[in-house]
């Protein structure tokens, strides 16, 4: 029998708001029970209209399409192959030697394989990617849920975001930076939809798409969603990262929420 819908939604809210206060992934569901947050909760009831839409409207799902929806072609964009001599040694062996390294403010700093993640909780979903520039494609996509990644690594209370970082470098500017990074926050995180891809259309992720592991956020552009991560740290703030704005093209211009 299902939920109904109203107590995921207020589960999520839970989970939104104990994220929001900085409280430790893994104590959540405790947390959630716990007074505190139940007081919390029941000053949410209180909040404008305009905050409660906004924290249930990045619940939503993004529209999901059909097989045959799918693109003949999907475009690749920015970095098509990081064509570093690490990368190409790893990509020589299909990433065997791969690992994605996660870390920064969690319980449990790990290193895994693509086996490892192929093994854990993974969502399928057909979406249509938007590039700011203004073409979309739609693809299908298989990975990790990142919501399952952060009950294993278990975010310590103080984290807000995590950040990507790429094995490619898309410029080398003169003040050093260059190199692809990005950051969403844990709300984004923890979306059902939030996936680290190791699939595209039912094959392993291409070089151009970001091999071996690039990430889906379906409710934002297409330069949020990180290709060839090496590393995910969750951290507290940007400020020290790139230029301090959050990502590579938001160093550049780019707004850091790129909600669609
Ligand atoms: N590491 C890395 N990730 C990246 C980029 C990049 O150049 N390097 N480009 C971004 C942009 S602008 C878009 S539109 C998408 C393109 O993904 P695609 O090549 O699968 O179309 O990846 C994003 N992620
Ligand atoms: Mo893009």
């Known amino acids: 029998m299902t939920k109904p819908a109203g107590v995921d939604r207020r589960r999520w809210l839970q989970r939104a708001l104990a994220l929001a206060g900085g409280l430790a992934l893994s104590a959540c569901d405790r947390v959630a029970q716990s007074d505190r947050v139940n007081s919390t909760l029941d000053v949410a009831e209180g909040w404008t209209q305009h905050v409660q839409r906004l924290l249930l409207g990045r619940q939503a799902l993004a529209r999901e399409y059909s097989e045959s929806d799918i693109s003949e072609e ?30 920064g403010l969690v319980q449990r700093p790990l290193s895994l394989s693509l086996a490892d993640l192929r093994r854990m909780p993974a969502r399928t979903q057909i979406t249509r990617h938007d590039c700011v520039e203004g073409w979309s494609c739609i693809g299908k996509w298989t990975g990790t849920r990142l919501s399952a990644l952060l009950n294993l690594v278990q975010v310590k209370p103080g984290a807000k975001y995590l950040a990507f970082y790429c094995a490619d470098t898309l410029e080398l500017a003169l003040d050093g930076t260059g190199q692809y990074y990005e950051s969403i926050d844990l709300i984004d995180a923890m979306h059902p939809q939030t996936i680290l891809a190791y699939d595209m259309n039912d094959r392993p992720l291409p070089v151009a798409h970001g091999a071996p592991l690039r990430l889906r956020l379906e409710r934002q552009l297409g330069y949020k969603m990180a290709k060839y991560i090496m590393r995910i740290d969750a ?11 959050g990502g590579y093209w938001e160093d550049r211009g780019y707004q850091w929420y790129a909600g669609i």
């Open 74 to 103: 999907f475009r690749a964009n920015g970095t098509t192959n990081p064509d570093t001599d690490e990368y190409n040694h790893l990509a020589q062996d299909h990433f065997a030697n791969w690992r994605l390294t996660v870390g």
């Open 235 to 245: 951290i507290e703030n940007f400020s020290g990262l790139g230029r301090g704005k």
